[in-house]
């Protein structure tokens, strides 16, 4: 009995002490809805595509505009055609629009003051993009795909591009270079002479896209049919031509669309070349008292010209008053001498 007695009372001590201990807690996971990543360019790739090195940020002079490029322009018709892919062919937005659904590089929003931003929470989301206007798309397995006949290629006719130009005091350089892309939708024109408005998509940093441009071979002319031109190298050559419609200044204003736009235009230009011709040229500054510019400012002037020409006319007509002899031999000379006594 005692035996069983025991036995009992080990079991009963088991039960209690394995209601006594807390139950095991279920870790739950939930999954929250991020944008996708972009993917950054490797270094491979960065090594066998190079591109041009970074505007350094401690520059001492830069002066930064906006410019409106007409794609149907024949210089920035390599950016226009061709409007639908063809084969490998493809334009400048539809190869930008394709990196971004794939997530190889991230878009920005456009804001209502025109300014772009790359901060990461001005990231534009690839479904309320598509959603604002207007896109067909598909989504299976989370992922955004646009058909290619639902591009809106042939109707981004524009692009707005920020520049750069800037003196690097290190290098002793003066550069223009390009820091951001922006496509531009032209829609609403019709047949009653309506014209187009403009819908700008979003912005691009140029950093993050260039490696990919510098492998997207351009028909640059003509005359000429071979892609010996890259998207990069166009950029960076500044081979495109567009008229300025904003300076970043003070106001943050944009230029008056009237017809002083024109001369405001043609002003800032004339600006960013003196700046560049100064870099280069420098008036020289000349002493009054240094003979050597004196005898200069006289050519100048003429002086030293007028001098030469009256001593060679004197001596000229000194010698046709001269007497003249015929024969071999010549005419004694004659010295006046004083003779000592």
Same mark, same amino acid.
């Given at each position: 009995?005692?035996?069983?007695?025991?036995?009992?009372?080990?079991?009963?001590?088991?039960?209690?002490?394995?209601?006594?201990?807390?139950?095991?807690?279920?870790?739950?996971?939930?999954?929250?809805?991020?944008?996708?990543?972009?993917?950054?360019?490797?270094?491979?790739?960065?090594?066998?595509?190079?591109?041009?090195?970074?505007?350094?940020?401690?520059?001492?002079?830069?002066?930064?505009?906006?410019?409106?490029?007409?794609?149907?322009?024949?210089?920035?018709?390599?950016?226009?055609? @061709?409007?639908?892919?063809?084969?490998?062919?493809?334009?400048?937005?539809?190869?930008?629009? !394709?990196?971004? $659904?794939?997530?190889?590089?991230?878009?920005?929003?456009?804001?209502?003051?025109?300014?772009?931003?790359?901060? @990461?929470?001005?990231?534009?989301?690839?479904?309320?993009?598509?959603?604002?206007?207007?896109?067909?798309?598909?989504?299976?397995?989370? #992922?955004?795909?646009?058909?290619?006949?639902?591009?809106?290629?042939?109707?981004?006719?524009?692009?707005?591009?920020?520049?750069?130009?800037?003196?690097?005091?290190?290098? /002793?350089?003066? +550069?223009?270079?390009?820091?951001?892309?922006? @496509?531009?939708?032209? &829609?609403?024109?019709?047949?009653?002479?309506?014209?187009?408005?403009?819908?700008? $998509?979003?912005?691009?940093?140029?950093?993050?896209?260039?490696?990919? $441009?510098?492998?997207?071979?351009?028909?640059?002319?003509?005359?000429?049919?071979?892609?010996?031109?890259?998207?990069?190298?166009?950029?960076?050559?500044?081979?495109?031509?567009? #008229?300025?419609?904003?300076?970043?200044?003070?106001?943050?204003?944009?230029?008056?669309?009237?017809?002083? !736009?024109?001369?405001?235009?043609? &002003?800032?230009?004339?600006?960013?070349?003196?700046?560049?011709?100064?870099?280069?040229?420098?008036?020289?500054?000349?002493?009054?008292?240094?003979?050597?510019?004196?005898?200069?400012?006289?050519?100048?002037?003429?002086?030293?010209?007028?001098?030469?020409?009256? +001593? +060679?006319?004197?001596?000229?007509?000194? /010698?046709?008053?001269?007497?003249?002899?015929?024969?071999?031999?010549? /005419?004694? !000379?004659?010295?006046?001498?004083?003779?000592?006594?």
């Amino acid at each position: 009995m005692k035996r069983f007695f025991i036995i009992g009372f080990i079991v009963c001590l088991g039960v209690v002490g394995a209601q006594a201990q807390p139950k095991k807690s279920r870790v739950v996971t939930t999954t929250v809805a991020q944008k996708p990543a972009s993917k950054p360019v490797s270094d491979r790739a960065a090594l066998m595509f190079p591109t041009s090195d970074e505007m350094p940020q401690d520059v001492v002079w830069r002066r930064d505009i906006y410019r409106q490029l007409d794609l149907l322009e024949d210089a920035n018709a390599p950016l226009y055609y @061709p409007v639908e892919p063809h084969g490998k062919e493809q334009n400048l937005f539809t190869y930008l629009f !394709r990196l971004f $659904l794939s997530g190889r590089i991230p878009v920005y929003t456009y804001k209502l003051d025109g300014n772009e931003s790359f901060d @990461p929470k001005d990231q534009a989301d690839a479904h309320e993009l598509l959603d604002r206007y207007s896109i067909y798309y598909e989504e299976k397995d989370g #992922k955004v795909s646009v058909p290619e006949s639902d591009i809106p290629s042939a109707e981004v006719k524009r692009f707005y591009v920020k520049e750069s130009s800037y003196f690097d005091q290190r290098s /002793a350089t003066y +550069r223009t270079r390009v820091t951001a892309l922006c @496509p531009v939708l032209m &829609r609403g024109a019709d047949d009653f002479g309506t014209e187009a408005t403009p819908y700008p $998509l979003f912005w691009v940093n140029y950093d993050d896209v260039a490696s990919y $441009l510098s492998r997207m071979p351009v028909m640059a002319s003509n005359l000429n049919n071979v892609t010996n031109m890259t998207v990069d190298d166009y950029f960076t050559m500044n081979r495109y031509q567009g #008229k300025i419609y904003k300076t970043k200044n003070l106001q943050g204003r944009v230029l008056a669309n009237d017809s002083s !736009r024109v001369s405001e235009q043609a &002003r800032i230009e004339k600006q960013l070349k003196d700046f560049e011709e100064h870099i280069w040229h420098q008036p020289i500054q000349r002493d009054s008292l240094d003979s050597l510019n004196l005898e200069a400012d006289a050519q100048k002037s003429g002086k030293v010209k007028k001098t030469r020409s009256s +001593r +060679r006319s004197k001596a000229s007509t000194a /010698a046709s008053k001269a007497p003249k002899y015929s024969g071999g031999s010549s /005419a004694p !000379r004659v010295s006046a001498r004083r003779q000592r006594r």
